[in-house]
């Protein structure tokens, strides 16, 4: 009778041992698939189909207005005047006169065409771009790797430089390049005298990247091999040498990110134009030109598109060109493992 009293008791204890384990091997078999490493689980995240279906919508509805851009700009005025640009699929009419219009004829009001106002952006954003590209690069070097009193104290100074508004320093910024700074009747800051030149233009561009550039690259500088720059130091080799043979080349995809982000920014900017460039033909970009005819112009839609079309062409192949170093760049240090 204790012998069956004990049986049951066994077979249920065994029962409820063997339930408990395979209990626990599942929470563990959850856990271990749940606790993946962090690059891993947001690569699996955005390669479920949800979100590649979700990226191919976005996508496509992101494309569709420019592509109805590209094809009114090749539409001759009658059509794009009476029907949508959709009905090109159906009538193809297209041809490249509009782009000789706008580029090179008077026809869009303004002499020569849009031409010299494509080099003037140009200009502008090539300058703008490598000014602070280089400044940040070595500040952001210096604040990394060269310690002395102060420095994390400067780092977050200009780090919080970034809150400054741009569209509340444009007219003090204006006012100290064409009359200067004046402390009661003490000069500060002379009469600069800027007026009819790209360089106003270009410092502000400068001052105004510089903040978020050094702090981005910084992040990224920082995060170099420590053993590789005590290895040049005690090969005798300078700062200079070091930030030129060493953090530089390592650094290329923060510094294209960078200047891809700023190249754009500088091209498709309007109000730093209107404002240091006053839409002066000699120094204003294709943005402020574009803007103004949009309003004398508004019912040559053909021009108009070609004209705009123009302008996103040149961002277009700068981005693609450095795309690949895009990449890299906002990857780098984000994830390991």
């Not at 490493?37 to 207005?65: D, H, I, N």
Request: glycine share 8%.
């Amino acid at each position: 009778m204790s012998a069956l009293d004990k049986t049951p008791g066994a077979d249920s204890g065994a029962g409820a041992g063997s339930g408990v384990e395979s209990g626990a091997g599942t929470v563990s078999g959850r856990a271990a698939r749940s606790e993946l490493p962090p690059a891993k689980a947001v690569r699996r995240a955005f390669s479920s189909p949800l979100a590649s279906a979700l990226v191919v919508a976005v996508t496509v509805l992101w494309t569709v207005p420019t592509v109805g851009l590209l094809v009114t700009s090749l539409r001759p005025k009658g059509d794009v005047a009476s029907t949508g640009w959709w009905e090109a699929f159906v009538h193809p009419d297209l041809g490249l006169e509009n782009y000789r219009a706008v580029l090179f004829d008077n026809t869009f009001g303004t002499s020569g065409g849009l031409m010299p106002y494509l080099v003037n952006s140009a200009a502008i954003a090539v300058p703008a771009t490598v000014f602070p590209l280089v400044l940040a690069a070595m500040a952001a070097y210096v604040l990394a790797w060269v310690r002395f009193r102060g420095s994390d104290t400067l780092f977050f100074l200009v780090f919080a430089l970034q809150v400054v508004p741009l569209q509340m320093s444009l007219i003090p910024l204006l006012r100290l390049f064409s009359s200067g700074a004046h402390l009661g009747s003490v000069t500060v800051v002379p009469a600069l005298n800027l007026q009819d030149s790209y360089l106003p233009v270009w410092l502000t561009h400068t001052m105004f990247a510089l903040p978020l550039a050094i702090f981005l690259l910084h992040n990224f500088i920082a995060q170099l091999p420590r053993d590789l720059m005590e290895a040049a130091v005690v090969d005798g080799a300078s700062h200079f040498k070091i930030f030129r043979s060493i953090v530089l080349p390592l650094s290329a995809p923060a510094l294209a990110s960078f200047a891809i982000f700023q190249f754009l920014w500088v091209w498709n900017d309007l109000l730093v134009a209107l404002t240091f460039a006053g839409g002066k033909p000699t120094v204003a970009p294709i943005t402020s030109r574009l803007a103004q005819l949009s309003g004398s112009n508004g019912s040559r839609w053909e021009l108009l598109s070609a004209g705009a079309f123009i302008s996103m062409v040149v961002p277009l192949v700068v981005f693609f060109a450095l795309q690949r170093y895009f990449v890299r760049g906002l990857l780098a240090g984000s994830v390991k493992g």
